[in-house]
Antibody
């Protein structure tokens, strides 16, 4: 049974860096799955942040990419998100998720296991 | 960027009724790259449908997905009390970017 758990500070000051960790249990992060971050502003819909692959390759939402860093820590079976120069618009619930992307037919892509989410508030 | 437009924004129905949710893509989306999620208040999203029409293990068969061109549909044949929630469609495109639709809230009438 795979489970994901987000952790990090609940309060970040404007212009600082938001750092979150997702700890994966029940599966090695170096297996064939990929890993993603998604966020949700208060009362709003879901916004994809980015994916990190087992090779360490990353794909970011273009609207956030210049502020983003995502990486894997295989020794701790974790992956992380760093969002720089945050503003109040970055306030919300941040989810990590396991991404299934089949390179061979049928080439499915979906997020099948999600963490419970962690709330981050950007405020001075 | 592929934009997914979900309609209606809110659907007011009674238990036992049929719900039809729409997700329209601004460009072609591969059938294998379209998924649906259910989210209840205070909870993380849950995968409902992937590959446009495939249900993961444990998802009841009253949930089904279909497509016609760039229009994708999630149908709930008979609403159960636990189905009242917000539903999101999601796509993955050739540039390896992901977008979600704005969501449809299914509320009790």
């Amino acid at each position: 049974q795979v489970s994901l758990q987000e952790s990090g500070p609940g309060l970040v000051k404007p212009s600082e860096t938001l750092s979150l960790i997702c700890t994966v249990s029940g599966q090695s992060i170096t297996s064939y799955h990929y890993w993603g971050w998604i966020r949700q502003a208060p009362g709003k819909g879901l916004e994809w942040i980015g994916n990190v692959y087992q090779t360490g390759a990353t794909y970011y939402n273009q609207s956030l990419g210049y502020r983003l860093t995502m990486s894997l820590d295989t020794s701790k079976n974790q992956f992380s998100l760093n969002l720089h120069s945050v503003t109040a618009a970055d306030t919300g619930v941040y989810y990590c998720a396991r991404v299934v992307w089949m390179w061979e037919p049928p080439n499915f892509y979906y997020m099948d296991v999600w963490g419970k989410g962690t709330t981050v508030t950007v405020s001075s | 960027e592929i934009v997914l437009t979900q309609s209606p924004g809110t659907l007011s129905l009674s238990p036992g009724e049929r719900a039809t949710l729409s997700c329209r893509a601004s460009q072609n989306v591969r059938v294998s790259h379209l998924a649906w999620y259910q989210q209840k208040p205070g909870q993380a999203p849950r995968l409902l449908i992937y590959g446009t029409s495939t249900r993961p293990t444990g998802i009841p068969d009253r949930f089904s997905g279909s497509t016609s061109g760039t229009d994708f549909t999630l149908t709930i044949t008979r609403l159960e009390p636990e189905d009242f929630a917000v539903y999101y469609c999601q796509q993955f495109d050739n540039s390896r970017a992901v977008t979600f639709g704005g969501g449809t809230k299914v509320e009790i009438k």
